[in-house]
């Protein structure tokens, strides 16, 4: 079992410069990629896209892929002739059309931003590939790591959740075993005290006492019930348990728990419900941290 919640960090030398990857992720019903790579190696970004989207499975992933130049490798500045061109020809220009007085200066031309510039240093892109790979399955496996830890820990509390449901439910089968004479017994004594029995058909009271039992029994709920309970113990045990088949899970035992509570009377039943209810309402809460 693993959480949607995790961190990893790596980086290593390329060829040309330094990589290092951050990713995150956080919890989300689905795959969502969010890539931010340094300038460099965007066009590496669409098979980062994809390599990532083959490994992960689910949740909020943030990745930002950084790029440092190697020391020594970086071009010195360079003059923009094209610029220094404009900018005398414009001198000129306005002196001579315009009558516009004073000259340009070095002083003034080394302030002009566009003068100078530093040319852009892209790497070999397929050499930078496999060390970028290398780091990208770095990051990711450490984030893996934190996830499992997290699983784990995640791990124990529904299972100890879902074992509390379980004991719950043990709890309601006992008290719902004599509920149906008890049922018929409080039926009978209402009948006896708003009508007089002696002018009834007896074949038709007890039909309807047989109906009003009949509706009350919650042996198939309870069969259900601890089906989907065993179900999730199984599955919590051996670890094999998903977020999204906890939420199906969940959402069935709430189900036949609520179906429970409307069909069964007896408030000693009804005080288990809620707390059932209020359990199930945390195990869906620690469902949606699981991929």
Known sequence: MRSMTGFGTADREGKRGAIRIEARSYNHRFLDLRLRVARPLQPLEPRVYQWARDRLVRGRVEMNVHWEEMAGGVEPLRLNEESLKFYLDLEKRLREEFGVQGALDMQTLVRLRDLVFLPEQSPDIEEEWTPLLQVLEEAIEKMEQMQDREGGVLQEDLLARIRLLMEQRGRIEAMSKD????FRERLEERISKLT???DMDPQRIAQEIVLYTDKADITEEIVRLSSH?????????DGSMTGKRLEFLVQEIYREVNTIGSKTPSADVTYVVVDMKSELEKVREQSQNLQ
């Open 179 to 182: 509920l149906p004479a008890r």
């Open 196 to 198: 007089n029995r002696a």
């Open 229 to 237: 309970l065993e179900s999730c113990e199984a599955a919590l045990v």
